[in-house]
């Protein structure tokens, strides 16, 4: 992982697509895949591979280049901020063992340990707002200052607690930060009836942060993070409901701060797997950048018959395989106004690992570096 771009005096990493994995009989395995490369095993628009399953065209991952040891099975706990990926596992066991949490910085490749939320959350919502990393719990807010005091020392400070929100975390929907790199808007509904709320990042002068913020009963119209994407001034997330599973959203956020429902436009391309022999499992959008790139992951499983011997005409037992469809793409606005991603899409799978769980396979977690 050598390769970097010269920027002035200073050389930026080569980013790649970071993949996690519990296939580790102790945790986790970390890998990499390089998605600006052209080897032959992309395939282009559409992404449909000539007879059926993908066999032939799929690869294996490249091996794991760290190993991190925590309890299996839950995808929700890791997270990202500039360089740094973050694992915060919940408590081990009955005994309520708590060894913190883990901060990895992909370009130093320098590992740090670090104080872990408060709250056992059982599905977390992270973002970042600057060098702050929040975490969104099922009755916690809270947010972790990363400070860099120059380049050779770097601080991880403990949790700050900020006002609870008005509704179950657990049921979020989707949540989007605001270019101001000071609000943010979450949706949550399932179980509830649909709302949105916001939250102003701002302390008066005793110190104290704003408050959630009833914006609208309504939801935004992506599952999980929503990207604001500079270049078409909008903010893009992947639909996982309904009639529109599988279509690309866009949305404008302003009129949500005047407590509008913001207007909203899907793509036309359907992005999930369309081949007949592969079932969907679980899908995660990744962001590549400021230049209107993404990138899809999504896992599907295929499932086929083996007869245990020739004599048993009705025994027969059903196997699965997973694999990992990678679909990048750029998006851009047509002659009508609609996103589009043009002829960009480009396909790749690879074989899920070995002993991977489908927890993980649920939630794929993926960020890029």
């Not at 771009?5 to 994995?21: K, M, N, Q, R, S």
């Not at 935004?220 to 309904?242: A, E, K, Q, V």
Request: hydrophobic share 30%; aromatic share 14%.
């Amino acid at each position: 992982m050598s390769k970097g771009t010269e920027v002035g005096t200073a050389t930026t990493p080569h980013p790649y697509l970071y993949l996690i994995f519990d296939d580790w009989e102790f945790g986790y395995n970390f890998r990499t895949v390089d998605l600006s490369s052209d080897e032959p095993g992309w395939q282009v628009h559409g992404g449909v591979v000539p007879g059926g399953v993908p066999r032939e065209t799929t690869t294996s991952l490249p091996r794991s280049f760290f190993h991190l040891e925590a309890e299996r099975g839950k995808p929700w706990h890791f997270t990202a901020i500039g360089s740094k990926i973050l694992a915060m596992p919940p408590r081990e066991g009955k005994d309520g063992r708590d060894r913190g949490g883990t901060c990895l910085d992909v370009w130093t490749r320098g590992l740090t340990f670090v104080p872990r939320h408060t709250d056992d959350y059982r599905r977390p919502i992270y973002f970042h707002i600057g060098t702050r990393l929040f975490a969104l719990g099922m009755s916690s807010f809270q947010y972790l200052d990363v400070l860099d005091e120059g380049p050779e020392r770097k601080q991880l400070s403990s949790w700050c607690h900020l006002p609870k929100p008005p509704f179950c975390a657990y049921c979020t929907v989707a949540h989007a930060v605001h270019p101001d790199k000071q609000t943010v808007f979450v949706s949550f509904g399932l179980l509830y009836p649909d709302a949105t709320y916001s939250f102003h990042m701002t302390e008066d002068d005793d110190g104290r942060s704003s408050e959630w913020k009833h914006v609208g009963d309504w939801i935004l119209p992506f599952h999980g993070r929503g990207y604001f994407d500079p270049n078409l001034n909008t903010w893009i997330g992947l639909s996982m409901y309904g009639d529109e599973r599988g279509h690309i959203f866009s949305c404008q956020l302003e009129p949500a701060t005047t407590g509008h429902r913001p207007d909203v436009k899907h793509g036309r391309e359907y992005l999930l797997s369309r081949n007949p022999g592969e079932e969907h499992v679980g899908a995660t959008l990744v962001c590549m950048g400021r230049e209107s790139k993404y990138c899809l992951v999504e896992s599907v499983a295929i499932y086929y018959s083996k007869r245990e011997a020739d004599y048993m005409l009705k025994q027969e037992s059903r196997y699965v395989r997973h694999m990992f469809r990678l679909t990048t793409f750029s998006l851009e606005y047509n002659e009508n106004g609609d996103i589009t991603t043009g002829h960009s899409q480009r396909v790749r799978y690879y074989f899920a690992p070995k002993n991977v769980t489908s927890f993980a396979c649920k939630s794929p977690v993926a960020f890029f570096i």
